[in-house]
């Protein structure tokens, strides 16, 4: 469907962001409040950008203080000792889907189907909160095993860095479950399908962040 | 740190939001003046203002601090201050003087400046703006307050691991930094992200990118360095904080930990920090020196670009600050290369500037004095600096006076410098009023004669082998005279900030009997010398429609047949006459104030007892939310310039305002508008 591309390429190109745009215009243009601004992008979204671009300095820094300190244990369990990957991929699956009911939620906005809009925005909260519901699952599986915060470098570094990403996703949790909130409320019409994309910009970065987790602290020995 | 501005909830329908009272707490504040109009206030010139004076208390708290370092260094065996407290006030100095004044300073003129510089009636995010100054003031009192509990931070501004562990530095003092300095950093960081937006999305019709002027230019290429370095030191404060309260083992070496990590954050931070400190002054005094020199500014595209190129190698030099760390050669030659190339760019501006006031006719005013000042002064450092890209050199200078001499030469000699040229120049559109030129040389003078004496010696020291961070040093190893020297010269800096208040208290009696300035006093280029001083609150009646560079100058000056450069218009002709009374702007509101006030309480709880950090956590996510669902406009009762009758009813006047919080409200009568303005415009 043509939304689904409208969430990936909207943004940091112009030209790619055709779709979004033009649908976003028509929704202002219905209610005669398009906002001029020098590159026709709101404000919010743009700064959405800047944010995420932001907190990819964030994870960079995590990602390579972990990929520092992972080999450099002395005593303690190390990766390979703990790591449950089938379980892992799970969840990880359950995340990744979660952006795809997150675009559902906004192409059913962008129609105008009240209804799925919410549906589709509760499913996404539920599979982020079944994703954390997994990583403390996780956490405290290798607690039993003995590898406790302070542990070793690789238990502090991996913890530190599963855990921003943790509070990353809660954070969207209570973020979508705002939306449905206002959505309940009547307050999410059509009109404001640009918070929901907004919204979901974020998400689909807090996934694509966990796709490199997963790549680099998971699968990669 | 996931603070973003969400779209306010009314009804894009026309209809407003029905019976919707966020979280019941306050209700919508409407003072204008009096202490809650600037609690509340989301007004980027009031933020503007508010920046400024604090950043100018923290000077005196700083500047206090280096006058108990210079005392005790006076003579040998100085007994004024222990071991461990030197440490914590040079420590706090350094701190201060870089997080809490040059940055908010620079912030203050960005603030201000900014929007009336590109045409614009607000900043993209107003409330996130307040936000922005209210949690740098939380944070800047919050690390202040460690001299309350125990002390201040003792290792160093940049607190290299391990000596910030536990067991080196058992006080609170370094809890102080690492949570101090991440509020700051949160504040940075949203600010930045809006003067980005407000520079991209918010420019006037036509202000194109390569005809705004310098200064906003430089503010953009700090703004997008502050949005990708800040993160990098917010995660190695994270690691330090983490290691400190909860025993993680981030920089311990008995657990195999690498120090270098630290260093290597601190600095990838920190490298950009040092433009991030420098491009705003540079900024201003390419402003100034134009001005001063009735000539536009020389070479305008190398300027911008060589803005931008610093900002790009100013990523690829950080360890140019750890030669002396052990990095291996390969490191030390490409760094040391680099540091080299980021010359360069610098360069090319301290030539402009030279170009640019090379056949002026020069007026000597005070701002022009400290501009100027800022170009030698800057080039002395940063030629010192070129020394160290020299890795050999480098090795000898490493912790030595000679980094501490060449550091101030760029920050104060550089930064400072051109702040006090920007207060100076700004002044008269800031407040009405001039300061006083008499009084301003007198600080000038002192002010320039008492830095040389501060911290030209240093030099000699540093090469003579004294160490920088050392509380106090014997007689007899050739230190006692230029000590002396630099003491006496620090005294007389603060003299001249002493010369500085009395000028700010003399000149604001005197603007009581005194003519008012006008809008353009010194008959200045940019956009923000076209409305009236101090600027209306809608900054402009009509957002003006820009034609070229310096547009400002070119409606007041024409070119006759004859090819000479004559005035057409006085400032008062094309003065925008800030009169309407029907501009939308957006409300003001408490919860900036609310959500930066818990961060602090976190701070402490974090330190003390988690029960604050819970009292804390709960305003931060409270205010957040009554933050997130309050309208940005408030249509009941509507700041005192906003009536909109030019709209056909309130409700859809309300509904146009509705995507955005911006306070480019009428969007609808705009286009019209921007013609008529285009038809005033002079041509030629």
Known sequence: MADATTETGAGEDQPGMGVAHAVGEAVHAEVGGEHHTSTGLSNEKLGMWVFLGSDCLLFGGLISTYLLYRHRSIGGPGPTDVFDIPFTSVSSFVLLMSSLTMVLALSALLRGDIRRNRIWLLTTALLGATFIAGQVFEFTAFKREGLGYTTNLFSSSFYTLTGFHGVHVTLGILMLLSLFVMSLRGNLPRERAETVEIIGLYWHFVDIVWIIIFTVVYLIP | ?684
């Open chain 2, 1 to 684: 740190m996931a603070i973003t501005e969400r779209p306010p909830m009314a009804l894009p329908s026309g209809e407003g939001e029905r019976d919707f009272q966020p979280l019941g707490v306050f209700r919508r504040p409407t003072a204008h003046t009096g202490w809650r109009s600037w609690i509340t206030t989301i007004d980027h010139k009031k933020i503007g203002i508010m920046y400024g004076v604090a950043a100018l208390v923290f000077f005196l708290v700083g500047g206090f601090e280096a006058l108990l370092i210079r005392t005790q260094l006076a003579r040998p065996d100085g007994t004024l201050l222990s071991a461990d407290a030197y440490n914590q006030v040079f420590t706090m100095h350094g701190i201060t003087m870089i997080f809490l004044v040059v940055m908010p300073m620079a912030n203050a003129f960005a603030n201000y400046l900014l929007p009336l510089q590109i045409g614009a009636r607000d900043v993209a995010f107003p409330r996130l703006n307040a936000f922005g100054l209210w949690c740098f003031l939380a944070g800047g009192i919050f690390l202040n307050t460690s001299w309350l509990f125990g002390g201040g931070a003792d290792g160093g501004w940049f607190a290299y691991a391990p000596n910030t562990g536990v067991a080196f530095s058992p006080g609170h003092g370094m809890d102080f930094y690492a949570l101090g300095l991440l509020i700051t950093g949160i504040a940075s960081t949203t600010g930045a992200i809006n003067l980005t937006v407000t520079i991209i999305n918010m420019r006037a019709p036509g202000m194109t990118l390569m005809r705004m002027p310098v200064f906003t230019w430089m503010t953009f290429v700090v703004q997008l360095l502050l949005v990708f370095a800040l993160p990098v030191i917010t995660v190695a404060l994270f690691l330090l904080m983490f290691q400190r309260l909860f025993d993680a083992n981030f920089f311990d070496v008995s657990a195999g930990a690498d120090p270098l990590l630290w260093e290597h954050l601190f600095w990838i931070f920190g490298h950009p920090e040092v433009y991030i400190l420098i491009l705003p002054a540079f900024g201003i005094v390419s402003e100034v020196i134009p001005v001063f020199s009735r000539k536009p500014i020389f070479g305008y595209p190398f300027m911008v670009f060589s803005g931008i190129a610093i900002g790009f190698m100013g990523w690829g030099v950080w360890a140019h600050h750890m030669f002396a760390s052990g990095i291996g050669p390969l490191s030390v030659t490409a760094f040391s290369l680099s540091t080299m190339f980021i010359a360069v760019p610098t360069g090319v501006k301290i030539l402009n500037w030279m170009a640019t006031m090379y056949g002026g006719r020069l007026r000597f005013t005070t701002a022009m004095l400290f501009a100027i000042a800022l170009v030698g002064m800057f080039t002395i450092g940063g030629l010192s600096g070129v020394t160290h890209a020299v890795a050999p050199s480098d090795t000898q200078q490493t912790d030595t006076y000679y980094i501490v001499a060449h550091f101030h030469y760029v920050l104060f000699g550089g930064a400072i410098m051109g702040l006090f040229a920007g207060m100076y120049f700004w002044w008269p559109k800031v407040f009405g009023h001039q300061l006083s030129e008499g009084l301003g040389k007198w600080h000038f003078w002192l002010n320039l004669i008492g830095f040389n004496l501060t911290f030209g010696p240093m030099h000699i020291l540093g090469l003579q082998g004294m160490s920088r961070r050392i509380y106090t040093y014997e007689e007899g190893y050739g230190f006692d005279f230029w000590n002396l020297v630099a003491t006496i010269g620090a005294f007389t800096i603060a003299v001249s900030m002493l010369v500085f208040i009395a000028n700010i208290a003399i000149s604001k009696r005197r603007a009581a009997d005194a003519a008012p300035v006008g809008p353009d006093p010194w008959d200045a280029r940019s956009l923000e010398w076209m409305v009236s001083s101090p600027p209306p609150e809608h900054n402009f009646d009509e957002l003006p429609v820009v034609t070229r560079l310096d547009e400002y100058w070119h409606r007041k000056y024409a070119e006759g047949d004859d090819h000479k450069v004559r005035r057409v218009a006085s400032a008062e002709d094309v003065m925008d006459p800030g009169e309407r009374t029907d501009v939308h702007l957006p409300s003001p509101s408490y919860w900036p104030f609310v959500v930066a006030l818990g961060l602090p309480l976190v701070g402490y709880g974090l330190i003390f007892s988690l029960w604050w950090a819970v009292l804390g956590g709960l305003a931060v996510a409270g205010g957040i939310y009554g933050w997130a669902f309050e309208p940005a406009d408030d249509d009941e009762n509507p700041p005192h310039d906003h009536h909109d009758d030019d709209h056909g009813d309130d409700d859809s006047g309300a509904a146009a305002e509705l995507p955005t919080d911006t306070a480019d409200g009428d969007d609808e009568a705009e286009p019209i508008e921007g013609e008529q303005a285009a038809e005033e415009a002079p041509v030629g």
